[in-house]
């Protein structure tokens, strides 16, 4: 049995919550309509059996479990919980996670609930083209002198939810930089591809990291 943490926590080695690679200007795709639901059909609990990570999505947000696990020194692992055979109970929360100690380590498993999407928080849905594009707005940030919106496109087939964004910075600057009107313009983020852009984006593979969940329920 794998125990879900409820709140965040600050564990045996410590984790960094990386921002968006690329970010846009306004929610994309630009001129379509905000939806202010996610449609029915893709409701329900889905698995990436690669990774055994859960995506649940509702009515208004899209909430991914990353399942996860940490291996440390049980000297250090005392520092944070109190292991009892294959339990790891957290010192400060009083939540528990299954674990396994192997000689001086312990490995405790644990899955973090993080809400990727939600209209209740005044992210934006749209859809173009048969997909769903999720924009979410990121505030200034000094490390990375930027702000804006990133953007992850979802879309249904066979049974299976496909979760993409953009692999890489590069690929969306060699795109607007070989297009008529941005030859001779500073590309740099937050950035504003025209209609045409982002159609030539999705046409060309641009959002081409991504994973597959499996519907389970």
């Not at 409820?6 to 045996?12: A, G, K, M, P, V």
């Not at 790891?88 to 405790?108: E, L, M």
């Not at 804006?148 to 692999?167: D, N, P, T, Y």
Request: neutral net charge.
């Amino acid at each position: 049995m794998m125990f879900i943490r409820t709140c965040l926590l600050i564990s045996l080695f410590s984790t960094v919550a990386c921002r968006p690679g690329v970010l846009f200007n306004e929610p994309q795709p630009a001129g379509e309509k905000n939806l202010n639901s996610i449609p029915k059909r893709l409701h329900g609990t889905y698995v990436n059996m690669a990774e055994l990570d859960t995506l649940v999505v509702t009515e208004k947000a899209v909430l991914l479990i990353d399942a996860n696990s940490e291996t440390g020194p049980k000297t250090e692992a005392d520092s944070f919980y109190i292991v009892k055979g294959n339990i790891a109970i957290d010192r400060k929360s009083g939540n528990q996670f299954y674990c396994v100690q192997s000689g001086d380590s312990v490995t405790v498993y644990y899955c973090l609930p993080d809400t990727i999407f939600s209209l209740y928080r005044e992210d934006v849905l749209r859809k173009y083209k048969g997909y769903f594009f999720m924009n979410r707005y990121y505030p200034y940030s000094e490390a990375d002198n930027s702000s804006g919106w990133a953007v992850q496109r979802m879309h249904l087939k066979r049974g299976k939810i496909v979760l993409s964004w953009i692999g890489s910075v590069e690929d969306i600057e060699n795109l607007m930089r070989n297009t008529e009107s941005t030859k001779d313009t500073m590309i740099q983020q937050p950035y504003s591809p025209t209609r045409k852009q982002f159609t030539e984006l999705l046409l060309d593979d641009g959002f081409s990291d991504g994973d597959v969940f499996v519907k389970v329920r």
